[in-house]
């Protein structure tokens, strides 16, 4: 059965990678793009695209209705570092960008939504270590507040209204392909550009700060094999926890120097020090890797070796 997809938000860093893979998956026709900016030309040129607020319900319904999107991706949202400067913004687009979807899922509209959560939904009183699918959530920044309300209303609409939502917990991401986008997790793309331009990275986190890591190409096919999974496979309608690996500053420091020997780093944490120590070092994903077999394939080694390669390129052009 075909299926027409909606991405909303997806010139932003996952929704830009998942709007290319879908397009390559089921045909670019298939998938809509929308967002607030349509300065992303090569989203706007390779298939149908919709310059679209995620808080304008009225919008989305005619862009639904006009497309026959049953499948809707909400991208859209004010990540974890930007979210602190703007708080109510943060909560304003976070929530509504949510309600709007889920809306129209119990209307009848949509048949099928992807919401991402985040490793933010946990905070300093939960057990950083492998962190279990159920535990203590208590964030600290609105932007994990967000998430976890989310995560809730997501489950809530499932229990009464049958809407069948899905959502992984991403980690941070890591991709060549498109810029950090405001997060705190963001060095890890950063500081691959600093390397090949300047050498050197002023790191905003201290040297030992561990955290959950993923490469953008198993997010994406983890959001893929999520959504292709049957219902009955679906066991949690919060949230699934998801995992990779986990590194520090330093230990990403040292495998990019493995292959670029002079490059140096220093430390300078601020704000978004605070936000990682509220996050979790590892993750326990077990639920995931049993309910629609999710695994990864990047570690550290084979995930820097991508972004060198293929960042070398992109300065070289």
Wanted: aromatic letters at 12%; glycine letters at 6%; charged letters at 20%.
């Amino acid at each position: 059965m075909s299926t027409t997809s909606l991405i909303i938000g997806a010139s932003g860093q996952i929704g830009t990678e998942l709007t290319k893979k879908l397009r390559a998956t089921y045909g670019e026709n298939s998938v809509i793009a929308s967002d607030i900016r349509d300065d992303n030309t090569a989203l706007v040129n390779s298939g149908p695209f919709k310059r679209m607020d995620a808080m304008d319900y009225n919008a989305i319904k005619d862009c639904v209705t006009q497309y026959n999107v049953d499948t809707v991706y909400l991208m859209a949202a004010m990540l974890s570092a930007t979210g602190e400067k703007y708080p109510e913004k943060a909560w304003h687009l976070n929530m509504t960008s949510l309600f709007n979807v889920l809306n129209l899922a119990k209307e009848g509209f949509i048949k099928k939504i992807f919401w991402p959560s985040s490793i933010a939904v946990f905070g300093p009183t939960t057990p950083r270590e492998q962190t279990p699918q159920y535990t203590i959530m208590e964030p600290t920044t609105v932007y994990g507040i967000t998430k976890q309300v989310g995560e809730r209303w997501c489950e809530y609409y499932f229990n009464n209204y049958g809407v069948d939502v899905r959502s992984i917990r991403y980690p941070g991401i890591i991709s060549w392909k498109t810029l950090p986008g405001g997060g705190t997790t963001d060095y890890a793309i950063d500081i691959y550009h600093k390397a090949l331009e300047t050498g050197t990275y002023d790191c905003f986190l201290k040297d030992n700060t561990a955290l959950p890591m993923m490469f953008m190409d198993d997010a994406i096919n983890a959001t893929v094999n999520l959504m292709d999974a049957k219902p009955e496979q679906v066991k949690i309608r919060s949230s699934y926890n998801l995992a990779a690996i986990s590194f520090t500053p330093s230990q990403l420091a040292k495998s990019i120097q493995q292959h670029l020997p002079n490059f140096t780093i220093s430390y300078t944490p601020d704000f978004r020090q605070q936000i990682a120590e509220s996050w979790p070092k590892s993750i326990n994903d077990a639920q995931a890797r049993l309910d629609w077999g999710w695994k990864h394939s990047f570690d550290m080694q084979s995930i820097t070796k991508e972004m060198l390669s293929q960042l070398q390129k992109k300065y070289q052009d």
